[in-house]
């Protein structure tokens, strides 16, 4: 059994090069080859990891025999074309979200998946956030009874540039709630327990880069939106997304009720908080004063073992050692591209709402 895995990095943007410094600390890994087409990607990569060899040709990188283990960060439309090529290796392939921008390419990807033996990962790594770990796990064990609602909050600072700004434009981000969202949705479905089988949704593009234009096409990035969920238990989910929010105190709050209790987190000051119903009272002792919170617990939620906190507080570190230890350990990847299809396919009917004005079946999109 290998002791050390060699990585490839297709895709030397800021998200690749967030992988790499994973890598260079978790231990049992070591990054060997590097692709990207942008020579100023491919020099910061390569002060990171000084020992790998330079690829322009994603192909060349897959077929250079250098590495046993693929991670993919190129930019969202690219995914499919760059899927279709990993996936007829016999490499470990771990590719960032999200996995397609259009539901043709989500087939085509699961259809060259089908075919091979070798394991997919998909990234989605905000499940592995320790505050956010820690309320799902609670509510999966019952501590706030049966779950009817779950609702998360972004309130945030506008994307960052990306090389040849690429993420200005839906055409080839998905959209926000594609780009951006398809992790929220993700963490929305575990919690339930289900996918959605509608969704409702109303946003636009109303403060950022309205005054932006790249070869005379005009940014088109939503920067706030509602999207209400319906799954067919009778829960709901809610987004509440808002990214022109800085100077927000915590900008990510998770928020899961059930009928007999409330579980939160907050991020970035990575507390949890918890209560039961049952510490109020029964209804015929409520008082005006029922409603004070009365029995909560609050911690801070922080996993030390985490040697990079990185961008997303230490949840991709957390990621990246459970994709090495299932490649030594020849089992399942634990985020898979069912997850991966879900979070784009629900982010596509928020947008087609929002388009069109209209409550969005999923199975329109995703029979």
Sequence with gaps: MKTELRYG??????????HIENIKVMGGAVVTAISDPHLPSQ?????????AKVFTDHRALLDSGLID???????????AAVLKDAL???????????????????KSILSWDDKRS???????????????????????????????QVSIREHREPFYPKVDNWNRFAERTGGTLVEKCCHYFNLMDIVVGETPV???????????????????KQADMLDNAYVVLEYANGARGMLDLCMFGEGSFD???????GDEGKIESFLPSQVVRASRRESVGKLSGWSRGASRARGNEQKIVHNYDVKYMGHHYGASYIEHTKF???????????????DGITSVVTGLAAHKSINESRVVEIKELWG
Excluded: C
């Excluded at 020099?43 to 020992?51: C, K, R, T, V």
């Excluded at 007829?88 to 989500?106: G, I, N």
């Design 69 to 79: 283990a693929v991670v993919i960060a190129t930019p969202n439309d690219t995914h």
């Design 251 to 257: 900008k990510e709050i998770l928020t899961i009720v």
């Design 88 to 106: 007829e290796t016999d490499l470990a392939v771990f590719v960032e979200k999200p996995l397609a921008t259009t539901v043709e390419d989500l």
């Design 43 to 51: 020099e910061a990569a390569l002060a990171m990891a000084p020992g």
């Design 198 to 216: 509608r969704v409702f949704a109303s946003g636009g593009q109303s403060v950022n880069h309205l005054d932006e234009k790249y070869d005379g």
């Design 118 to 148: 070798a394991m997919t990962w998909m990234g989605l790594e905000y499940r592995f956030m320790p505050p956010v770990a820690e309320a799902i796990a609670r509510a999966q064990e019952g501590e706030a009874g049966k779950i009817h």
């Design 9 to 18: 990095i297709i895709g030397a943007g800021s998200m690749g090069r967030e």
């Design 324 to 338: 090495r230890d299932a490649i030594l350990n020849s089992t399942p990847a634990e985020v898979t591209l069912k």
